[in-house]
């Protein structure tokens, strides 16, 4: 790991003043260390830019697959990662607390991956029907591509808005492509197939099969884990992040210990086999927990129903009767 050679690296500064300017305290978990991240691999990247940047040529003739891992997380110069980080910033902010921690996560590693191979895919098509290899010997490197992939999640998730792109305003559903476009034309040097890559994981992702396919993976993996560890590893479990009725969302979602009590008691009905299952679970840790002091409700609200309360009450009585 070679550290980068020192310049006026104002952009860096200028990241750091944002980001001290919105707080610390402010920037959820997730979306800070990601930040973080690449921050870090900008002043210790893991290798040269051109040996991170991804290509046709490098990452599928020469089998450099590493590449689609590295790629997202390094950039050009102070400038590339300020911007892209500035944006990262808001966009993560707002995301990770509509989609919960560990699905942003998820999300950012999926995109991240899949924003390379579309672009791979791209640049390959064009190498094809143009019989040109200069396409396939492009190298890209950054965030922006995943930047792009964000942009279509937030507005899909905040639509009918008005989004200023470079000043001219803009309605939210045509915000990405319209910024594609200027992009492109304002700044040459950018990779126009890069960030249409993004848009087009972005669309996968809400209009298309990418988000139930990794609904499946993520239930996959919870029920294997369910199934290998022990019981009790579910008792501080909180939000998936990706769990509810299957229903799409509109605008921000705050889960609070009394809104999930009334939405378990409520609707349970509406949750799918896995929540019930985990609703289960935990109920039944929490009864096997319990003495003859109440103790004080389990986290996220998965209370007993009054009736399992009122018939609790009646066996109590009946004891103290027969005591007598």
């Given at each position: 790991m070679r550290h980068r050679s020192r310049g006026s690296q104002m952009g860096l500064l200028l990241l750091a003043s944002q980001v001290f300017q919105v707080g610390l305290d402010n920037i959820p978990p997730v979306t800070l260390a990601v930040l973080a991240l690449n921050v870090y691999l900008f002043l210790f990247p893991a290798a040269p830019l051109l040996r991170t940047c991804v290509s046709v040529q490098q990452a599928y003739w020469f089998g450099d697959w590493r590449r689609l891992l590295l790629s997202p997380l390094h950039h050009a110069d102070d400038w590339h990662l300020y911007f892209n980080m500035v944006s990262f910033l808001w966009k993560g902010m707002k995301l990770e607390r509509r989609l919960g921690g560990a699905w942003f996560l998820y999300v950012l590693s999926v995109f991240s991956l899949l924003t390379g191979v579309v672009y791979l895919v791209l640049e390959?098509?064009?190498?094809?029907?143009?019989?040109?290899?200069?396409?396939?010997?492009?190298?890209?490197?950054?965030?922006?591509?995943?930047?792009?992939?964000?942009?279509?999640?937030?507005?899909?998730?905040?639509?009918?808005?008005?989004?200023?792109?470079?000043?001219?305003?803009?309605?939210?559903?045509?915000?990405?492509?319209?910024?594609?476009?200027?992009?492109?034309?304002?700044?040459?040097?950018?990779?126009?197939?890069?960030?249409?890559?993004?848009?087009?994981?972005?669309?996968?992702?809400?209009?298309?099969?990418l988000k139930p396919l990794m609904k499946k993976c993520a239930e996959f993996v919870s029920m294997n884990g369910y199934n290998s560890q022990p019981r009790a590893n579910f008792s501080a479990s909180g939000p998936s992040g990706y769990s509810?009725?299957?229903?799409?969302?509109?605008?921000?979602?705050?889960?609070?210990?009394?809104?999930?009590?009334?939405?378990?008691?409520?609707?349970?009905?509406?949750?799918?086999?896995?929540?019930?299952?985990?609703?289960?679970?935990?109920?039944?840790?929490?009864?096997?927990?319990?003495?003859?002091?109440?103790?004080?409700?389990?986290?996220?609200?998965?209370?007993?129903?009054?009736?399992?309360?009122?018939?609790?009450?009646?066996?109590?009585?009946?004891?103290?009767?027969?005591?007598?």
């Open positions: 390959a098509t064009l190498t094809e029907l143009t019989q040109d290899n200069s396409y396939s010997m492009t190298c890209a490197v950054g965030f922006s591509g995943v930047l792009f992939a964000l942009k279509v999640l937030n507005n899909h998730y905040h639509p009918g808005g008005v989004t200023y792109v470079m000043g001219v305003p803009v309605s939210s559903s045509y915000a990405s492509w319209v910024e594609l476009v200027l992009i492109h034309v304002t700044s040459p040097g950018t990779s126009f197939v890069g960030h249409l890559s993004g848009i087009l994981v972005g669309l996968l992702y809400t209009s298309g099969p509810g009725t299957g229903a799409e969302y509109s605008g921000y979602h705050h889960y609070s210990p009394q809104n999930t009590a009334h939405h378990s008691a409520s609707n349970a009905g509406g949750l799918t086999e896995e929540e019930q299952l985990e609703m289960a679970i935990r109920n039944s840790l929490n009864d096997r927990g319990q003495t003859s002091q109440r103790s004080p409700p389990p986290p996220y609200g998965f209370n007993l129903s009054e009736e399992q309360e009122l018939a609790e009450e009646v066996r109590l009585r009946r004891l103290r009767r027969f005591d007598r």
